[in-house]
């Protein structure tokens, strides 16, 4: 490690990048956008999946008046064949074998557009392949799904770019609707929002106009009340706006923030009364943004309220990820698993997988038996279930103090699906799961509101629990029964192999008993269950 260098944010990069392999495959795949370009770079094996190693964004515009002249820029296009160079020079340096790059909206419609695919080809040395509207929304809709159940649901996924907006429809993870629109946010505001503050009058308008042009797209009642996933830069800086709204560090860990209707629309509300400049300093909207977030907004506004939606969900993967998947046919996107990411992510940490998933079932039995003597809800079920999984990821940094860890890297974690909360709950369950316990001395735990640390206090009491009935890393607990009384809460466990012996295990779940205690109030005693 490099002097000076943050072994945290290091550690976070070997979690998310994971260290070079020679049996993995490194590919890449280019959006050509009509606001940005981007580069992935990911190496994939059968067995982890995908990991992006690197990433490369440039901002040509190439939708920059299209919507007027019907062609593409001079100066956009020698901007974008510049980016691409060097997005080529870094997938060279970076060993990739196979690289696919595709081109959206601007180049489609434009009038110039083949023309560029061949200046691409002539002066980067890159096929460009320029795509249609339905596999355009195929790709982005498989990106989504492999991070989101979308099983046992009906959902809508929006991409907005620059040029167009993509929505897809699913019910029970089956696709039943794929329309793409000129609804891109660069066009929107090169067509109403030109003036360096519009009136709020301006953007109603806009919102009127949008609205309409949606009505018309899809049947709206078919889809009232369906959940909405938003993918594109539009919904990466909402999210990260709102994270600085709701006082949360910014980053980058936006995947899977929850976005209530409300906050968009004062969001929207807010932006209409600044300038450029003034809205460049918002905290958590990119500067680059500055100009065309207002069009992106009101486009998310009307469909929030044309679907009647409570919230909208924050992909932070789109269009490259599912063309990533394409080119290895990793048909894992179909999975309904929404614990894929953590488990991806503790692998990447090099984590003690059989541990940490039999700790998830024994904290999971214990909550289903101790649920209502505690007084804890349903949904933090799932909260518990991230822990568990999650709970030993600070090992790739030091076993010392990897509870410490483990808070930090499920806190800057990009993949994992969790909102903002829910993050901070997960990791908090997490750092507790060994040593002192929650505590007023801990400002992260402190700063939550009452009913918050309730759940952390309850949560993490069960996860210490079962952590030391696996005290040996070994699978040797094979059932749990609790029974309680006035005076304590007796825990009985039985081996996975007849005769085996518990007596670590045992030790393990009696010595981090105290925080269970104090939620149940009552004396906890972890015992062996006469032998049948």
Known sequence: MTRGQDPIATAASTAE???PDPRTERIAAIDVGSNSIRLSVAEYDAHRGLRIIDEFKDQPRLAAGVAG?????DIAMARAIDGLKRMRDVAERRGVARIRAVATSAVREAENGKAFVKRVQREVGLELEVIDPETEANLSYRSVAHHFSLANSR??????????????GAVNGLVELTTSLPLGAVRLNETWLKDDRPTHKKVAELRTWIRRRLKRAFDRHEWQNAA????????TNLGRMVRARRGYAIGEAVHGEDVRTAEVEQLLELLSTMTTSERAEVPGLNPQRADIILAGLAL????????GARSVTVSAFGLREGVLLDMVGDETALSADPLRAMREFVDR???DRPHVEHVRVLALTLFDRLRDPIGADSSERFLLEAASLLHDVGQVVAYRRHHRHS??????????SLTSRDRELVALISRYHRRKGPTKKHHEFTR????????VRRLSGILRVADGLDRGHSSAVDRVTTRLTKEQLSIKVSPRVPGGNLTLEIWGANRKADVLEKVVGRRVVVDRAKDV
């Open 407 to 416: 808070y930090d890297l499920i806190l800057h974690a990009e993949r994992i």
């Open 349 to 351: 940490c090099q984590g």
């Open 228 to 235: 909405l996933i938003g993918s594109g830069g539009t919904f």
């Open 69 to 73: 002249t019907g062609s593409l820029d």
């Open 300 to 307: 998310t506004a009307e469909l929030l309220d044309l679907i």
């Open 17 to 19: 990048h994971g260290p």
């Open 155 to 168: 959902s809508m996924i929006a991409d907005i770019g620059g040029g167009s907006l993509e929505l897809i």
């Open 448 to 455: 939550l509101p009452a009913d918050d640390q309730a759940i």
